[in-house]
C-alpha cells in the first residue's frame, strides 16, 4: 500500500514542480521517488501479508516482487527519458505524471485481491497510456497510434467488464478468496455464466498484453507512439498484465483448468506463430520488435497454461529477462532514430566498429530476447518450457522451440548487420545516461543468465 | 422481482414527464395549426441575423469547447460520488471524523487537479 | 414484468437504431434514448443512485461530448471508407460466436426460484453509500488516481501549446 501512496503522491508532486518552473528538478525527483518505492516494495518482502481495506489489495511477495520489477523498468527508462521529451513539447512534466500515473495503476494491478481492483488498475493504467501515445500532437502516426489503442482498449474494456459481471453474477461476489471457495465448494456445479465470463475476461485479458489473435493493433501502437512510450507499453505494461493474468488464474481459476486450458494453449500457439513469421518480414528494427513481442506473449502465456507452485516464478524470471533486454534495445533504438533518423536494418551496418559498446550491449540484448545460454532470456524460456512440459504440452513446446528457432534467425540480422557489413558512418554519441543503462541492463542480463537463483527464490 | 420493486413510487415523476411532454409537444403541433403559413424562398431559408446565408452548419470547431467539456465531465462524476456521502454524513459523522477525512482524501486530489487546470490556464479563453 | 419486457424491447428497438441510422447526429440522439431506457431498468431493479447517475452523467454529460465529438469531425465529405467484405464477414463471425457463447451460458442455467432480496432498499443512495464508504472504500479513493490523470492527460493534449513547434 505504501508502495502505491507513494507513487500517486510522487506523480502530482512533479506535475506541481512542472507548474513551478522547477525543471531541472523532475527527472532527479522522479528517480529518488522511484528508488524510495523501490525499497519500499522490498520492505514488503515476505511479510505474509494478509488482503487489507476489506480484502481489496493484498501485498504479498508475488505484488512485492512484481511491483519491484515494474518500478525498476520504469526506473530504467526513466533514465532513458533524459533530452528526450524536451523534443517532443515543454509539458515535460505533464509527460513524468502520467506515466507515473499509468505505474500506480499497474501497482494496483499487481495487488489486486479483488475485481473491482483489477478494473480499476487496468483503467488507470490504459488511461495514462492512451494519453501517451498520443502526446507528438503533430506527428500522424502517433494521432493514429493514440486513437486505435483507445478504441481497442475501450473495446476490451468493455469484455473485461462484462466478463467480471458475469463472474459475479455466478459467484456473488468481487473477491477473489469468494470467487475460489465457490468454484471449490461445488467444482462440478459451477454456473455456465461462470465459464462465459472466464472466457470474456480471457477475451479483454489478452487483448491487454496483445496475444493472438488480439493482438491487431499492436504493431500500429507500438511503431506510432514514440519510442520512449513503446519501450514503456512492450515491457512494464505486458509485465503487469501477465501479473494481473496469472494472480487472477493462479488463485481462482486453477481447479477449472480444464475448461481453460485448450482455450490458452490456442492462443499461446497462434502468438508464437503470428508473431514470429511476421516479424521475419519486417525491415525495421522497431516494428521488428512490436511483432517479436507478441511471440514474447506466447512464452509467457505457458506459465499460465501449466499452472503449479513455479509457475510465477517462472513468468517473474521472464519477465524480468525481457524486460531488461528489451530496453536495452529500444536505447539502441532511440539513439539510431534520433541520430541517423531511421530504424531500418541497413542502419545498423558497421556499427560495431565505431560504436562497439553499444553494439557490444545490443548483442547481449538481442542474444537475451532470441534466448541464448549464458544470457537471463535463456533461463526465462527454460524455465517456461519446464514448466509446460510438466505438465505434458509436449508438442506444444517442441512447436515453441521451432518457432524459437525462427527468433533466432531474425534477432541475429541485427548482429550480423553490425558486425560483418561494412557501412561509412559516423560514430553515435551515447551519453552517460544511455551508458549506465546500456551497461546496467547488460550486466544485468549476463549475471541472472550465469546465477539465475539471484531472483528465482523470489516469490 | 415485480412485487418487491419501488418503482410504483416513480409514477408521480412519469406523469411529470408525461406532463413536459405532453405540453411541448401539444403547443408545437398547435401552432402548427393555428398559424399562417407563407411558403416563399426567403421564409424559409434558415435566419442568420438577417445576413445572407454562409457556408453549412456542419463546420468542424475549435478544441476549446471539448476541452471544458470534458472537464466538465470529470468533476461531474467527482460530485456524482458526493450524494451517497452526504445522505449518510449524519451517521458517520457520529462515529468520528472518518466520513469526512476518507471525503477529504478524494476530494482533496481532484482539487490537486483542479489548481493545476487553473494554473495551467486551460480554461481561459485566450 | 411485462413493464419489463415492453422497456427491454425499446432499448433494443433503439439501439439497433443507433446502429443502423444513416446520420451520426441521430445515432447519437437514439443513444440517448437508449440510455434512458436503461434508466427505467434500473428504476424497476430498485436501483436509484445508479438511475440518477445514468440520467445526470451519461445522458446529460456524456451524450453532450458524443456530439462534441461529431462536431469535432467534418461530417460535410462522406470520407468514411467502405470496410471491406472481408472485414464486414470476421465481425459477424467472430459477434457471431459471442453470441452462441452467450447463448449457450443462458440456456443452460437453471430456472432459479424468483430471488427475494434480503433488504428491497439495497439500491438506494443510502444504501449504496454505506457500502461505498465501508467496503469499497479503496476503489473509490483510487478513482480519483483516474480522474487526476483523464485530467491531466485531457489539458496536456487539447491545450493548445503556447510556443509553436
Known amino acids: 500500500m505504501s508502495v502505491l501512496i507513494t507513487i500517486s503522491l510522487l506523480a502530482i508532486l512533479v506535475l506541481y514542480l512542472g507548474l513551478f518552473k522547477a525543471k531541472k528538478a523532475l527527472l532527479p525527483v522522479s528517480i529518488l521517488g522511484l528508488l524510495g518505492a523501490l525499497s519500499l516494495s522490498f520492505y514488503e518482502w515476505g511479510s505474509y501479508a494478509q488482503p487489507i481495506y476489506n480484502g481489496m489489495m493484498l501485498f504479498d511477495n508475488f505484488a512485492a516482487a512484481f511491483s519491484g520489477i515494474t518500478i525498476l523498468s520504469t526506473l530504467l527508462i526513466f533514465l532513458l527519458s533524459k533530452d528526450y521529451f524536451e523534443r517532443i513539447s515543454s509539458n515535460i512534466a505533464e509527460y513524468y505524471t502520467v506515466i507515473l500515473f499509468s505505474l500506480a495503476g499497474i501497482i494496483v494491478m499487481v495487488s489486486y485481491h479483488n475485481l473491482t481492483m483489477l478494473f480499476i488498475g487496468i483503467e488507470i493504467m490504459s488511461v495514462s497510456l492512451y494519453i501517451l501515445a498520443g502526446i507528438k500532437k503533430r506527428d500522424f502516426a502517433s494521432n493514429e497510434a493514440a486513437l486505435k489503442y483507445f478504441l481497442m482498449g475501450a473495446f476490451s474494456t468493455g469484455f473485461l467488464l462484462f466478463g467480471i459481471a458475469l463472474l459475479y453474477g455466478a459467484s456473488g461476489s468481487f473477491d477473489l478468496l469468494e470467487i475460489r471457495n465457490y468454484i471449490l465448494s461445488a467444482p462440478q456445479e459451477v454456473s455456465p455464466l461462470f465459464y462465459g465470463g472466464i472466457l470474456l475476461l480471457i477475451v479483454g485479458l489478452c487483448f491487454k498484453v496483445g496475444a493472438a489473435p488480439f493482438h491487431f493493433w499492436a504493431p500500429d501502437v507500438y511503431e506510432g507512439s514514440p519510442s520512449l512510450i513503446t519501450a514503456y507499453m512492450s515491457t512494464v505494461v505486458k509485465t503487469a498484465g501477465f501479473a494481473a493474468f496469472l494472480r487472477l488464474f493462479l488463485f481462482c481459476f486453477s481447479p477449472l483448468s480444464e475448461f481453460w486450458s485448450p482455450v490458452l494453449v490456442t492462443l499461446a500457439a497462434l502468438s508464437l506463430l503470428i508473431g514470429n513469421i511476421t516479424a521475419v518480414y519486417q525491415q525495421h528494427f522497431k516494428r521488428m520488435l512490436a511483432y517479436s513481442s507478441i511471440s514474447h506473449v506466447g512464452y509467457m502465456l505457458f506459465a499460465v497454461i501449466s499452472l503449479n507452485g513455479s509457475s510465477d516464478t517462472s513468468i517473474f524470471v521472464y519477465a524480468a529477462a525481457y524486460s531488461i533486454a528489451s530496453i536495452m534495445a529500444f536505447a539502441a533504438l532511440i539513439l539510431l532514430q534520433r541520430q541517423v533518423g531511421t530504424d531500418s536494418f541497413d542502419s545498423f551496418n558497421g556499427l560495431a566498429r565505431k560504436n562497439p559498446f553499444l553494439a557490444l550491449t545490443l548483442t547481449v540484448a538481442m542474444l537475451s530476447l532470441a534466448g541464448i545460454p549464458l544470457t537471463a532470456g535463456f533461463i526465462g524460456k527454460f524455465m517456461m518450457f519446464t514448466s509446460a512440459l510438466s505438465t505434458y504440452h509436449t508438442y506444444l513446446v517442441l512447436f515453441a522451440v521451432l518457432n524459437a528457432a525462427i527468433g533466432i534467425f531474425y534477432y541475429f540480422r541485427v548482429i550480423v548487420a553490425m558486425y560483418f557489413k561494412e557501412a561509412d558512418r559516423h560514430e553515435l554519441i551515447v551519453s552517460p545516461y544511455y551508458r549506465l543503462v546500456l551497461g546496467l541492463s547488460a550486466a544485468a542480463t549476463i549475471l541472472l543468465g550465469v546465477y539465475p537463483e539471484l531472483i528465482s527464490r523470489l516469490i | 422481482m415485480e412485487t418487491q420493486t419501488s418503482a410504483i413510487n416513480y409514477l408521480p415523476i412519469v406523469f411529470q414527464m408525461l406532463v413536459a411532454l405532453g405540453f411541448v409537444v401539444l403547443t408545437m403541433v398547435l401552432t402548427h395549426i393555428i398559424g399562417p403559413k407563407r411558403k416563399s424562398k426567403e421564409k424559409l431559408s434558415p435566419f442568420e441575423s438577417g445576413i445572407e446565408v454562409v457556408g453549412n452548419a456542419r463546420q468542424p470547431f475549435s478544441i476549446k469547447y471539448f476541452l471544458v467539456a470534458i472537464l466538465f465531465v470529470l468533476f461531474d462524476i467527482e460530485v456524482i460520488f458526493m450524494y451517497p456521502w452526504a445522505v449518510n454524513f449524519r451517521e458517520m459523522s457520529l462515529e468520528g471524523f472518518d466520513g469526512l477525512i476518507e471525503m477529504l482524501v478524494f476530494m482533496g486530489t481532484l482539487l490537486l487537479g483542479f489548481i493545476y487546470i487553473i494554473k495551467k490556464k486551460a480554461l481561459d479563453w485566450e | ?165
Open chain 3, 1 to 165: 414484468m411485462n413493464l419489463f419486457y415492453f422497456v427491454a424491447f425499446l432499448s433494443i428497438f433503439f439501439s439497433l437504431l443507433v446502429i443502423f441510422s444513416k446520420n451520426p447526429v441521430y445515432s447519437v440522439l437514439f443513444l440517448i434514448v437508449t440510455f434512458f431506457t436503461f434508466s427505467v431498468h434500473y428504476i424497476l431493479l430498485n436501483a436509484q443512485f445508479l438511475a440518477i447517475v445514468n440520467f445526470i452523467v451519461y445522458m446529460g454529460a456524456i451524450m453532450v461530448l458524443f456530439l462534441f465529438v461529431l462536431m469535432l469531425l467534418n461530417l460535410n465529405k462522406d470520407t468514411e471508407p467502405m470496410k471491406s467484405s472481408l472485414l464486414k464477414i470476421a465481425g459477424v463471425v467472430s459477434g457471431l460466436c459471442l453470441l452462441l457463447t452467450l447463448v449457450g451460458a443462458v440456456k443452460s442455467l437453471n430456472v432459479s426460484e424468483p430471488l427475494i432480496l434480503k433488504d428491497p432498499g439495497i439500491g438506494l443512495v443510502k444504501n449504496l453509500g454505506k457500502v461505498l464508504f465501508n467496503e469499497f472504500l479503496l476503489p473509490f479513493e483510487v478513482s480519483s488516481i483516474l480522474l487526476f490523470s483523464a485530467m491531466v492527460g485531457s489539458v496536456l493534449l487539447a491545450k493548445k501549446d503556447p510556443k509553436k513547434i
